[in-house]
């Protein structure tokens, strides 16, 4: 089962004020959350820390989003495993992904520069002109 982690504004609110207050592991979170009564997006009354992690994940907050410069690159090698999304896209985090995909020679993908970087000193892609 797939459940969308999108946070309402209420849920977001209760969640600062989580942080706020000194609660910094996801197990605290958790505890937190149940002691307040809050239900989990399926409707459960108990959070698990693996819950507040997707949570946390889907809540973009400003120390967590800088501006990347994203690089448009060609595959040289073939079987390079990269977590691309269906926009042909690497997004910032990929090195925490934990899924990818191979993807072969001649694919045209828009990467972070800090992972064009390390594609072109691997030999396995180039950067094309802007």
Not at 23 to 32: E, N, P, V
Not at 37 to 60: E, F, N
Not at 97 to 108: L, M
Not at 113 to 121: I, P
Request: with cysteine.
């Amino acid at each position: 089962m797939c459940y969308s982690y999108r946070m309402s504004e209420d849920l977001r609110a209760t969640v600062r004020a989580i942080k706020g207050a000194g609660f910094s592991t996801l197990g605290a979170i958790a505890k937190a959350l149940q002691d307040r009564g809050i239900k989990t997006p399926a409707g459960s009354a108990t959070w698990h820390r693996a819950q507040v992690s997707r949570l946390l994940d889907a809540t973009p907050t400003p120390e967590r989003a800088p501006t990347v410069a994203m690089v448009r690159v060609v595959i040289t090698a073939n079987h390079v495993p990269l977590p691309v999304e269906d926009d042909d896209t690497v997004r910032p985090g990929w090195q925490r992904a934990t899924r990818t995909k191979r993807v072969y020679v001649g694919r045209r993908l828009s990467v972070p520069e800090d992972l064009a970087e390390l594609l072109a000193f691997r030999r396995q892609a180039v950067a094309l002109s802007p």
